[in-house]
């Protein structure tokens, strides 16, 4: 976790692979120009480690969202289908654990159309909105 923007109210965790090769950093980047906001690339989505979902949540985040590469287009075949596992399983934690799991979102953009990436990065914005 970057432990500069460790007390952020949103972390987006974004796979490095759809930064790339979707050209979607540059639609992120004005997030994190907001004080509230950390953006963490991952190597896949599919690699995010539960134990830093709920270590974004004990650092004070009130979001975390997963921002995966769209169905089909993942480079390692099934890592977007891993984070929604993995998403699954921190969301029945967080319920259990009396948090709100819909506090913790996972975004696959429909397609890698410039229009569905944009509308994914709405969905993030939104959460901006729910503070």
């Given at each position: 976790?970057?432990?500069?923007?460790?007390?952020?109210?949103?972390?987006?965790?974004?796979?490095?692979?759809?930064?790339?090769?979707?050209?979607?950093?540059?639609?992120?980047?004005?997030?994190?120009?907001?004080?509230?906001?950390?953006?963490?690339?991952?190597?896949?989505?599919?690699?995010?480690?539960?134990?830093?979902?709920?270590?974004?949540?004990?650092?004070?985040?009130?979001?975390?969202?997963?921002?995966?590469?769209?169905?089909?287009?993942?480079?390692?075949?099934?890592?977007?289908?891993?984070?929604?596992?993995?998403?699954?399983?921190?969301?029945?934690l967080l319920a259990e654990a009396g948090f709100n799991p819909e506090s913790l979102r996972l975004i696959i953009p429909e397609s890698k159309d410039a229009?569905?990436?944009?509308?994914?990065?709405?969905?993030?914005?939104?959460?901006?909105?729910?503070?």
């Amino acid at each position: 976790m970057n432990e500069s923007r460790k007390n952020c109210d949103i972390r987006v965790f974004y796979c490095r692979n759809l930064a790339e090769d979707f050209g979607i950093l540059p639609m992120l980047l004005p997030m994190e120009r907001q004080n509230n906001v950390a953006l963490e690339p991952v190597p896949c989505s599919g690699k995010i480690d539960p134990r830093y979902l709920l270590k974004a949540f004990e650092a004070g985040s009130r979001f975390v969202c997963i921002l995966s590469c769209p169905k089909g287009e993942c480079k390692l075949i099934e890592g977007n289908l891993r984070a929604a596992r993995r998403v699954q399983a921190v969301k029945e934690l967080l319920a259990e654990a009396g948090f709100n799991p819909e506090s913790l979102r996972l975004i696959i953009p429909e397609s890698k159309d410039a229009k569905h990436i944009e509308a994914a990065v709405e969905l993030i914005l939104g959460c901006l909105n729910k503070k």
